[in-house]
Each structure stands twice: as C-alpha cells, then as structure tokens.
C-alpha cells in the first residue's frame, strides 16, 4: 500500500511538473518577440475575408508572434488568452479588414484587441480643379486607391449616370476636385459616389446653381467645365464666362482652344500638345468648338467652385473676345467685337497643369 502511495505522488509530481512545463512554455509562446517597447512598427494588411488562421500564419511569417497556432486557439477560446494575460476577452475575437501597424513588442492579446478594432489606413488624394475623369483615375491607381479602367468604366456606366440624375452620358463634370482620405482598394462605386456627394453638397453654396432642374444644371456644369480650362486668375472667371455666353446667345462658336485639346487628349488619346494648331481646329468633332457654334455634348473637365459660380451667376458684359497678354501671369485682355480683338500668332494651351 505504501509503495502505491508513493508510486501515485511520483505520477502526479511528475504531472504537476509537466503542467508547469506546459505552462511555462505557453507563457513563453505568448509572449512578445521583443521584450522592450519598440517604435518600430510593420504594416499588417487584412483584406476583406482573410480568415483568423490566415492571419496568424502571416504574423508568424512577419515575425510579429512566435505561434501561429496559439494566436488561432486564443482568438477561439477566450478563457485561454485569460488565462496567459489575467483576463479573459469580453466578446469573441473577431477580426476585421484594415491596415494595422504591429510592433513586435506587442503581445497576442494587444495584437488581437488592434486587429478588431477596424482602424484604416487613409490615403490622401488631392484632385485639382480641371482634371478629365482618366486623370482623376490615373491619380487614384497611383495612389493605390482603386483600378483606373474600372474607375473609368464605372464612371461612363449609364445606369450609375441616371442613379445620380445627371442628364449626360457619363459623370464628367460632376466630381467634385477636392482633397480626400480614401483606403487601398475601395471599391469604384463607393470612390466616385463620395465625390459627386461632395458635389452636390457643394453646389448648395450656390443657391442659383443648386436649384436648377437637372438639364440646365448639365449645360452650366458644361460651360462650367471649359471656364475652368481657361481662366488662370480667378476674377477673370466670371469675364470668360460671359464671353462664352454672349456668342451662345448669339448663336457664335465658343472657339475654346480647351475643347480642342479635350478631343486631342481624351478622345483621340495623344499627348498633351504645346500648342493648338490651325488643323486642330478643323476636327471633325462636335466637341470642336471652333467648328460647331453652343456647347459641346458634355462637360471637358471637372470644375471647380470659382467656374461653377462664374457660369451660374454670370455677369452682364459686352465682351465676345478674349485673348491672352500674360501667359506668365495668365492674364486676359477682353473686347467687344473683331476689330478690337489682337489676333495671336500662336493658340495657346493654357499650362495650368490642369
């Protein structure tokens, strides 16, 4: 009886030893790789649907944590991670998608509670005044934002052009240039829907604008679009929009050198040219202005407030000429008929960088 006694204490000091082993080694995987704080942190990407076992394959790769598997079973378990961290989660583990950055001074529990907590990593985009929809694409690739020939198609979908109520065939004209904080691969849809909200926000500090029905609407956002190719001082805005409406009142091509480049860049696909050239003007295009007397189908750029108010609220002027004398400073002479207007030996293309 004795001996089985003493048999039984040995099984279960040799059990209580490896528990404490046991412990001690989980103790160990659950600790961070780096004891001390550390500032250096490594960005950590969830992308919708990743799964918590994928996630912690990936931290083990990343050397963020020292177990893949200890990370999946304290996500499962909570009292697990309790027990390793003196306190158990108040709800499941769940993880969601965002751009994290994780020190390796971080323990599981603390990568975990950042990993649930949803944060994103935003993306600065500046849009200029005047960009062409394949700009603001191009611009929004680079930035890693969303794909551009998808940004491109969804843009000239005509069934998202009349979800929004606009009377033209794609969205040209109506994304607001502003700065924006997007995230890595957002959807098109949701990139586009949050600059044609800004715009119809900020139209409201337009009341003539915002109250017009949606064909007047397009045909100033239209005008709207080709001012913003032209004007390089802002109080000049207003001035080339009223020479713009005083030929269309009288039934006068607009001669905008910015609709010709639009057909040379955009729809023809060259490189921005240096300059308009007399054959330019001679396109076969009804957005050639020089060559077809009213606006053009569509808008040729999306602009910006100082155009969109210049051609909504429109002063009276007897101007139908205007012409360039400062290229430097962007300035304009403007006159009333023919005989006043100096003609230029050369069409500029406005270098706004537009």
Known sequence: MKKLLTILLTILILLAAAMAVSAGYLKKLASPLTAEASETKVRFEVPSG???????SRLEAEKLIRSKKLFYYTARYPKLKGFLYGKAAEKAFVLKSGIYYISPSMNIAEIQELLASGQQEYIKVSIPEGLTISKIAAELEEKKVCSADEF???CHDPNVVSS????????EGF?????YFFISEMPVSAVADVMISNFFEKIKEIPSLAQMNKADLYKTVT???????????EDEAPLIASVFKNRLRRNIGLYSCATVE????EIEGRPHPDRILIEDTKIDNPYNTYKWAGLPPGPISNPGLVALRASADTPKTNYYFFQIVDPAAGRHVFTTSFEEH???HSLYTKKTGK
């Open 342 to 344: 100096v003609e230029s």
């Open 152 to 154: 491109i198609k969804w």
């Open 164 to 171: 929004y109520e606009i009377e033209g065939e794609s969205l």
């Open 223 to 233: 005008l709207a679009s080709i001012v913003e190719r032209e004007y390089r001082v």
């Open 50 to 56: 990743m799964s918590v076992s994928e996630a912690g």
């Open 175 to 179: 994304l607001f240039p502003d700065t």
């Open 262 to 265: 639009y057909i040379l860049t």
